[in-house]
């Protein structure tokens, strides 16, 4: 078959394989797959009838790429109704994602669980070390709980139900008592990667963050997902960003832009 129906930009349909369903909003979607993806990076995922949406990557093994989704709108409430043996469409793999380096500590936040977990599963095939902490409103919000416990993962839970009693940051000092973090990598809602930013630059630690904003092509074309103050476009030179890019962005931790490109308020 020729290598360029292999390029990331084409669509390609496959039939989902199986549905892990980590509760009724909350579920993964394994579906067949020869791509090279890096951990932090993302695909669309088009759905007949109804829209295309980017979607983190949660994991690959055995031929397998895996999508934990959790239902917010209309897009995502149609795939809770997906079963083995539907068809989907796939683009990408697209953006950039983290690099992989030893004593890394990985913090996963609600559904940045999902790169967080791909980041922790490729750490751990080629041996490197890490540390490892998660946290969700509540256990029925955290996935492959399971698994991430067996590998080492520390768990916090709004209302308790799962780890500590508290947000994921609150489990930060502890995990930075050893003293051996080489980069911090981290994934979730806004205001808690802002927490992260504070926590590790206050200890001159380098960091790689994941964001999200509104997507319309994925290829870097129509400049729906450029960052205000430093032209950085989600899909292209993020969703991972480091350090040095994130200081050129200024609205961080603002309301994100919608499908208008008006941003809440304005």
């Keep these: ?3 360029s129906l292999f390029e990331p930009g084409l669509m390609r349909t496959c039939r989902i394989q199986s549905v892990i369903v980590h ?3 909350l579920k993964s979607f394994y579906l067949p797959s ?4 890096a951990p932090g990076q993302f695909v669309n995922l088009w759905l007949p009838g109804v829209d295309e949406k980017p979607i983190s990557i949660s994991g690959m093994r055995d031929g397998l790429m895996e999508l934990s989704v959790k239902s917010v709108g209309p897009f995502t409430r149609a795939l809770m109704d997906c079963a083995p043996g539907d068809l989907v ?3 990408g793999p697209f953006g950039t994602g983290f690099s992989p380096a030893s004593n890394s500590l990985l913090i996963g936040g609600g559904t940045g669980i999902a790169p967080i977990r791909f980041l922790a599963q490729s750490l751990r095939d080629r041996g490197m070390p890490y540390a490892l902490v998660c946290g969700a409103r509540s256990r029925c919000e955290l996935i492959f709980e ?3 416990r067996e590998w080492g993962c520390r768990f916090a839970s709004d209302d308790g139900t799962c780890g500590i009693c508290g947000v994921v940051t609150d489990l930060l000092d502890e995990a930075g008592e050893s003293g051996l973090i080489s980069v911090v990598c981290a994934a979730g809602p806004e205001p808690m990667l802002l927490r992260i930013m504070a926590w590790a630059d206050g200890r001159s630690l380098p960091y790689q963050i994941s964001f999200e904003r509104y997507m319309k092509c994925g290829i870097g074309i129509c400049g729906s997902c450029c960052l205000d103050g430093s032209g950085i476009r989600v899909c292209v030179e993020g969703p991972v960003l480091g350090k040095d890019q994130i200081a050129q962005v200024t609205e961080c931790g603002l309301p994100h832009r919608d499908a208008s490109g ?3 308020g304005e």
């Design 1 to 3: 078959m020729p290598a």
């Design 23 to 25: 509760s009724p909003s």
């Design 34 to 37: 020869s791509l090279d993806a």
């Design 89 to 91: 469409g796939i683009r």
């Design 146 to 148: 399971d698994e991430l």
């Design 262 to 264: 008006l941003r809440l």
